[in-house]
């Protein structure tokens, strides 16, 4: 059964590459984002105030503050940087793969923003995945796909929109529960890209099968299909295992954007996503072995003082869950 919902997880939420793809030549960015989150803030409204309403109880006024600025940063920010790059030309494999080293900047900025010591084998996956990524870049932009040097550092800035929302969202003095956070994310990421499709004159839709199917896509499979079997394998699994399957996103699409799209997929983009890989497993074995101070777990101890004492004692810096365009 684990591995049934981690091949359904890697493929759900890879998929959100594959649709923003997809939808990307029928309507800008911020049109496909505006028709995909406002039937999702809508279902996801009625859940909190009906079946769900329980889980918002003991919430305070800044704790859903907290988790507006993270959803702004971790769905917003992210998603429409990564469906603006594939717009640009960008291929979804590449994007996945920028996108897939945030747990590596994650896991390396931990030590000088929260002070806790990064090990080396962490720094050395670091370096391999970062190394991964520039070789995959190279043989996108080499390969004449249309994208100017400046699109390939857009998925850059939304790789660390969602570092920025990991450190926020880890600082949190209350737990939140996930149907809590995904309505919050999806409500404002709802308000933020109407408002930015009404403000460019972008807010109606094509009358164009492919956007709906697109819209579609990505609501049924990558938000619901990757968001839920995030949380269920999260549960189930542990950290670890989530981000180890995260590193997996970037090779599933990269193949999948081969076959559906006809993007790029030559030897020097397998030996990219191989480092890509290696790096996952590097950091992985490093973690296994070295679980203490100097792994990625952030102790009580690490917290700055004056701090709530119920505070999780444990919290480990890991992927943020966003949806994909990914949820990738």
């Known amino acids: 059964m684990n591995v049934l919902l981690s091949i359904a997880f890697v493929v759900a939420w890879s998929s959100g590459f594959i649709g923003a793809k997809l939808g990307s030549g029928s309507a800008s960015a911020v049109t496909l984002l505006m028709w995909r989150f406002l039937p999702l803030a809508l279902v996801l409204g009625v859940v909190a105030l009906t079946v769900a309403r329980a889980s918002w109880r003991g919430l305070r006024a800044r704790d859903v503050v907290r988790q507006v600025v993270v959803g702004a940063l971790s769905q917003s920010g992210y998603l429409l940087t990564v469906y603006y790059a594939i717009e640009l030309g960008v291929s979804s494999g590449t994007t996945a ?147 180890t399957l995260m590193f997996l996103m970037a090779p599933v699409t990269a193949v999948w954007g081969a076959l559906m799209f006809g993007e790029p997929f030559g030897a020097q983009t397998a030996v990219g996503l191989a480092l890509g890989l290696l790096a996952v497993a590097v950091v992985h074995r490093g973690d296994l ?10 102790r009580r101890s690490a917290w700055p003082r004056g701090r709530s004492s119920s505070r999780r004692p444990d919290r480990p810096v890991r992927a943020m869950p966003t949806d994909g365009p990914g949820s990738g």
Not at 118 to 141: E, F, M, N, P, Y
Not at 289 to 298: E, H
Request: net charge positive.
């Open 97 to 243: 793969l920028i996108d897939g080293t945030q747990p590596l900047v994650a896991g390396a900025l931990a030590g000088p923003l929260l002070g806790l010591p990064v090990s080396r084998t962490q720094w050395l996956g670091l370096g391999l995945g970062v190394t991964g990524v520039l070789i995959v870049t190279a043989a996108d932009a080499g390969a004449g796909t249309g994208a100017a040097w400046w699109a390939y550092l857009v998925p850059f800035a939304g790789m660390l929109c969602l570092v920025a929302a990991t450190f926020l969202d880890r600082r949190s003095c209350r737990e939140v529960r996930p149907v809590v956070a995904m309505t919050v994310h999806g409500v404002t990421s709802a308000v933020i890209f109407t408002a930015l499709a009404v403000g460019t004159g972008a807010a109606a839709p094509p009358a164009s099968a492919s956007f709906w199917t697109a819209v579609a896509w990505l609501v049924v499979l990558s938000t619901f299909g990757g968001y839920g079997l995030y949380w269920l394998i999260l549960r189930r699994s542990g950290v670890t295992k989530v981000n």
């Open 289 to 298: 072995q070295d679980p203490g101070p100097r792994g990625l777990t952030l």
